[in-house]
């Protein structure tokens, strides 16, 4: 049995995209940025203490499984760009993404009862020069807050994205091939090509 240590309806999409058979599990975990923690190891972090948490919690109940974790961020300058608070922080959020490039960090975890595996991808974004009009009307639907980054890809902000290098899915929140390639090593079947 894999279990989906995420809510996201994003990453459960994905998965049914390559045939993966899966419950979910919710997890709550602490997202607070450790102090002097980079981008990188924070969303590394996060992923894998998803996928501990939720292993330990089925590993009592169930006797085989696979937990499937991750996480996504967003980095610009250095600085971790987590989820809105409020339209007026998804308003500063966006404002600093405007005319740019940023970094798009998704790590995703699997768990087995040997052991932990992560993968880490590293994706860049730019965004056109956004105009004001733009950010207030992006901000005032509810697509953004609860994304990293006040954006989504796959939605009404696929319009703002100039370039993209890197993993499409992983921006979404799930790297389908970092996530194949882990479900192998781990015993799991992807769909027959």
Same mark, same amino acid.
């Given at each position: 049995?894999?279990?989906?240590?995420?809510?996201?309806?994003?990453?459960?999409?994905?998965?049914?995209?390559?045939?993966?058979?899966?419950?979910?599990?919710?997890?709550?975990?602490? &997202?607070?940025?450790?102090?002097?923690?980079?981008?990188?190891?924070?969303?590394?972090?996060?992923?894998?203490?998803?996928?501990?948490?939720?292993?330990? &919690? @089925?590993?009592?109940?169930?006797? *085989?499984?696979?937990?499937?974790?991750? *996480?996504?961020?967003?980095?610009?300058?250095?600085?971790? @760009?987590?989820?809105?608070?409020?339209?007026?922080?998804?308003?500063?959020?966006?404002?600093?993404?405007?005319?740019?490039?940023?970094?798009?960090?998704?790590?995703?975890?699997?768990?087995?009862?040997?052991?932990?595996?992560?993968?880490?991808?590293?994706?860049?974004?730019?965004?056109?020069?956004?105009?004001?009009?733009?950010?207030?009307?992006?901000?005032?639907?509810?697509?953004?807050?609860?994304?990293?980054?006040?954006?989504?890809?796959?939605?009404?902000?696929?319009?703002?994205?100039?370039?993209?290098?890197?993993?499409?899915?992983?921006?979404?929140?799930?790297?389908?091939?970092?996530?194949? &390639?882990?479900?192998?090593?781990?015993?799991?079947?992807?769909?027959?090509?």
């Amino acid at each position: 049995m894999i279990y989906l240590a995420s809510q996201s309806p994003r990453r459960a999409e994905l998965l049914r995209q390559i045939g993966v058979d899966f419950k979910v599990y919710a997890t709550d975990i602490d &997202e607070r940025v450790n102090a002097g923690e980079s981008p990188e190891a924070y969303v590394s972090r996060l992923a894998q203490s998803k996928a501990r948490v939720a292993a330990a &919690e @089925i590993g009592t109940s169930h006797s *085989d499984w696979v937990v499937l974790a991750a *996480d996504t961020t967003i980095a610009i300058d250095g600085d971790i @760009i987590g989820k809105p608070e409020d339209a007026a922080h998804c308003h500063c959020i966006l404002h600093r993404l405007s005319g740019r490039e940023h970094q798009v960090l998704t790590a995703v975890a699997v768990a087995t009862r040997d052991r932990i595996e992560c993968r880490l991808t590293h994706n860049r974004v730019t965004f056109r020069a956004l105009a004001e009009h733009e950010v207030q009307r992006y901000c005032a639907t509810s697509e953004p807050m609860d994304k990293a980054g006040a954006y989504a890809i796959q939605g009404k902000a696929a319009i703002f994205i100039e370039r993209l290098e890197g993993s499409y899915s992983a921006v979404m929140g799930l790297p389908l091939c970092e996530t194949a &390639e882990l479900l192998q090593d781990a015993g799991i079947e992807i769909f027959e090509l």
